[in-house]
DNA sequence: AATCAATACAACCGCATGGGG
DNA sequence: TCCCCATGCGGTTGTATTGAT
């Protein structure tokens, strides 16, 4: 299709660029009679004017029988950004949990899509980690717009089939690990904003029922806000800024730490093993997340006066007590509302994103 | 309709790795 | 232990296609 120039050839005389029909006809009608065996010998065997190298390539990536041809599939989509989280710029490695496609396939959807879907997501590629280099804040509304769609629940898409069970079990476990990201950035955002209706809407958090399955939010949110879960009903919210508060990331890793090379930094959830492909021996997969990691401690609500803040050039005054005092207010309870349904884990998001939104 | 820019992706390059002698 | 070779892997390039102006 696309590629080198066709005229191109080797200092040996032997061609380079884009494939011919004839060409991958010879090589599939070779590989199919004999097996490729020994690449080198191969084109030679095969009547082909080519390296054994580009002959590799060429069934490799694009003759073999069983690639998977097409677009990514919002599962695969979700699975690739997750795995390249834990497991960075590891193609191959990525692609042995995507059956039909290729190590190649991937890294050029990788550079030409999901960078950029994460970048408008407010996503570091390269750390999966919120993005510092621009007005947050400004973004939060892309971000939750991503955050929507991100949400979707994939178990309810019908491009499952009935053999995909692996692929489901996978994206189960990559889904936890995509939803603890996202609202860890989420988190970041609303706790770095000095916006305050942002810090009353977390107040709901407290009352929300958490679910068995979502321990991993449960803990992940106890240890960025701070806030006491179980069995709270109408107890105080300690959003108090605390020095001696306990990083989240050395009892809580980040997925993704930021200040090591992503192929070997990162750490399952709690104990649990998420991938079981060929990286999974755990010797060396997962290092230490450092104290840097953490989320910068949430701003007080309670020592909270008129506070101010400046959007789009705007200056607003807001009383937290005007939203604290008042739970009914359709923001604060939209918000806890929506909260419940995203840790529900069923129809996650799209409300209670909406909701945020217009926070 | 023409031009330019952005995108998509096959293919290539060069380094890394592992096995055999 | 060292060297050579075959293959694997990740990054980059080049060009056809598509979209915007």
């Excluded at 230490?288 to 910068?296: C, D, R």
Aim: aromatic share 6%.
């Amino acid at each position: 299709m696309m590629g080198r120039s066709p005229s191109s050839s080797d200092e040996n005389g032997l061609k380079k660029g884009p494939w011919t029909p004839e060409e991958d006809r010879k090589l599939i009608d070779y590989i199919e009679r004999n097996g490729h065996g020994s690449w080198r010998a191969l084109p030679k065997l095969a009547g082909l004017n080519r390296c054994g190298k580009s002959c590799r390539l060429r069934w490799t990536n694009y003759l073999r029988p069983d690639i998977k041809r097409g677009k990514f599939s919002d599962e695969e989509e979700q699975i690739i950004i997750n795995l390249h989280a834990v497991l960075g710029n590891k193609w191959s490695a990525i692609a042995t949990h995507l059956p039909g496609r290729t190590d190649n396939e991937i890294k050029n959807f990788w550079n030409t899509h999901l960078k950029k879907k994460l970048l408008q997501m407010g996503i570091d590629p390269v750390t999966h980690r919120p993005r510092t280099d621009l007005c947050l804040l400004a973004n939060l509304p892309q971000l939750l717009s991503a955050a929507a769609s991100h949400f979707v629940n994939p178990m309810n898409n019908n491009s499952w089939d009935n053999n995909s069970l692996s692929l489901r079990l996978h994206t189960d476990a990559t889904q936890q690990l995509a939803k603890l990201q996202l609202l860890h950035n989420i988190v970041q955002v609303l706790s770095t904003s000095p916006v305050t209706p942002t810090m009353e809407a977390l107040n709901h958090l407290g009352t929300l029922p958490l679910h068995d399955h979502d321990d991993h939010l449960h803990e992940y949110l106890r240890m960025n806000s701070q806030f006491e879960l179980e069995g709270l009903g109408n107890s105080t919210i300690n959003l108090a800024s605390n020095p001696n508060q306990i990083p989240y990331s050395s009892t809580f890793p980040s997925l993704i730490d930021v200040n090591q090379p992503t192929h070997n930094v990162h750490q399952p959830i709690g104990n649990s093993k998420i991938f079981n492909g060929d990286d999974s021996d755990g010797n060396d997969q997962f290092g230490a997340i450092p104290k840097e990691n953490s989320l910068p401690p949430l701003v007080s609500v309670l020592d909270s006066t008129d506070q101010c803040f400046t959007v789009n050039g705007m200056e607003n005054k807001m009383n937290p007590s005007d939203h604290i005092s008042n739970p009914s207010t359709s923001t604060s309870t939209t918000f806890g509302e929506a909260w419940g349904e995203l840790l529900d884990d069923d129809d996650a998001g799209d409300s209670f994103l909406l909701d945020l939104q217009r926070l």
